[in-house]
Each structure stands twice: as C-alpha cells, then as structure tokens.
C-alpha cells in the first residue's frame, strides 16, 4: 500500500460550527480550509443511531494536511468538535495521490502508488 504525504481532512459539523472547528485545526497545524453548506439526508432510522437529524444544516469542512499532523488535527477535531459537542461533528481523512493550484503543496511532496 502506498504511503501519502498529505491528506484530506473531511469534517462534516452543525451549521455555525466551522469557525470553531478551523480554530482547532489550526492550533494543531492546519493552515486553512474550505467550507461547503450542506444538509443531511437518508433513512431516517441509521441516522438516528449516529445523533444525526434529518435535513439538519451542516458545514463541511475540507482541510489539506501533511501526514505528520493528521492525526493530531483529527484528533483535537474529535475532541472539541466531535459528537458529544454541539458542533456533532463527525471527522474522516483520504490520501491524496495529486493536487494541483495549492502554493503549499507540489508534486514533489506526494509518493505515488
């Protein structure tokens, strides 16, 4: 399996809460990120077993980290913002093998698979 050198951080929190969550982030590395509005929907009875509402409005928070800060950043996401806050934010990371218009991150930096 390949090992990347950065990571998307995905944090999905209640409408309000991205500020607060960026906040954290940076303390722990972050140095900024992208918010897209949203709603939750699905079966109405799975989502209720994760403290979800249906149609409830969120924030996504999408965040570019290096490998080293990762689990920190998610972490201290969890940990403020997670789901025993009123952020109920849920936090989940993906590798990434290419990124193109950031300054901060060049090809050099990523590892292949």
């Known amino acids: 399996m390949a090992e990347y050198k950065n ?11 991205s500020e607060e969550l960026m906040n954290v ?3 722990y ?4 990120g992208t918010v897209m509005h949203s709603r939750a929907i699905g079966d109405e009875k799975a989502m209720s077993l994760w403290g979800v509402a249906l149609h409830e409005e969120k924030e996504l928070v999408m965040i570019i980290v ?4 990762k689990l920190h ?7 403020q913002c997670g789901m025993n806050s009123d952020a109920k934010g849920v936090v989940l990371s993906m590798p990434i093998n ?5 300054s901060f991150v060049s090809d050099e930096d990523i590892v292949e698979g």
Do not use: P, T, W
């Not at 990571?7 to 309000?16: D, E, F, P, Q, T």
């Not at 590395?29 to 900024?32: C, D, E, F, S, W």
């Not at 950043?73 to 940990?79: D, G, V």
């Open 66 to 69: 290096d490998g080293k800060s």
């Open 7 to 17: 990571s998307l951080i995905i944090a999905a929190v209640n409408h309000g809460y």
């Open 25 to 27: 982030a940076c303390a």
């Open 98 to 102: 290419k990124v193109m218009g950031l």
């Open 29 to 32: 590395g972050a140095r900024g």
């Open 73 to 79: 950043i998610m972490q201290a996401i969890s940990e």
